[in-house]
């Protein structure tokens, strides 16, 4: 009596570590002696940069990295990978002096954006890909703008019973871009205008103005002196 022997390949396990990336096309997780040569299927990963396989090819990353036919071996391979970095530019919009932070970044760092004001601006807000002072650094360039706006400024009045004359008035606010301010001097019955104080400066002064470029709040305080009146008799 005559026997055939019979054959079947032996199956073998390929496994994967993507260390956090994922593939388009999966890769075949087994194959036999008698599959055709294939190339793994490189894998993506948000911020990183591709570097190559290793594990069952050797302890050095490489790409390609393809499965030859004839092969007879459980297989592994492990995913290597680099991190990018990513440029951030800040603009300095209107009002803004200087800007920190700007410059090149790893992603997802942590990043810290900040700026200085120019004298009679405060700060607004951030524009632009990133609007918010500290974030982590996207995957992909960005630009953000620091904005500020104009600090209005109060002026306030005590005229200490003396009234402006008809159609005179004198401005409550103002800014750092504002034209020059002068004063209108109030009257008052039966006295004199000494001139104006303000705040906690000594003196006063009979002609008040505010230049263009100034900063900060005021208060002024008009004073007086009593008119007297003398009887030279006859």
């Known amino acids: 009596k005559a026997y055939t022997a019979h054959w079947s390949e032996v199956p073998y396990v390929i496994t994967y570590n993507l260390d956090g990336g994922e593939v ?35 302890d050095v990353p490489q790409k390609p990295v393809s499965v030859v036919q004839g092969s007879k071996s ?24 200087t800007v920190t932070g700007d410059g090149m970044h790893e992603y997802d760092s942590s990043v810290t954006a900040s700026c200085t004001m120019l004298d009679g601006y405060e700060f607004d807000k951030w524009t632009g890909d990133i609007t918010t002072e500290t974030f982590n650094m996207p995957a992909d360039n960005a630009t953000m703008t620091a904005n500020a ?10 005229l200490n019973g003396g ?11 103002y800014n ?6 002068t004063l209108n001097n109030p009257a008052k019955a039966g006295t004199y205008f000494m001139g104006w104080t303000c705040n906690d400066f000594f003196g006063a002064s009979m002609t008040v103005t505010i230049p263009q470029g100034s900063t900060g709040n005021r208060n002024f305080t008009a004073t007086w002196g009593e008119v007297k009146t003398f009887d030279l008799g006859n």
Do not use: C, M, Q
């Open 24 to 58: 388009a096309t999966a890769n075949p997780t087994g194959y036999n002696i008698a599959s055709e040569t294939f190339v793994l299927n490189e894998p993506v990963k948000v911020g990183y940069t591709f570097l190559g396989w290793t594990g069952s090819n050797g």
């Open 74 to 97: 459980d297989l592994s391979f492990t995913a290597n990978w680099s991190i990018n970095s990513y440029r951030l530019d800040i603009i300095a919009g209107t009002g803004i002096n």
């Open 149 to 158: 706006k104009l600090i209005n400024y109060t002026i306030t009045y005590d």
């Open 163 to 173: 009234t402006l004359a008809e159609g005179d008035s004198n401005p409550e606010y």
């Open 176 to 181: 750092i871009t504002s034209a020059t301010i």
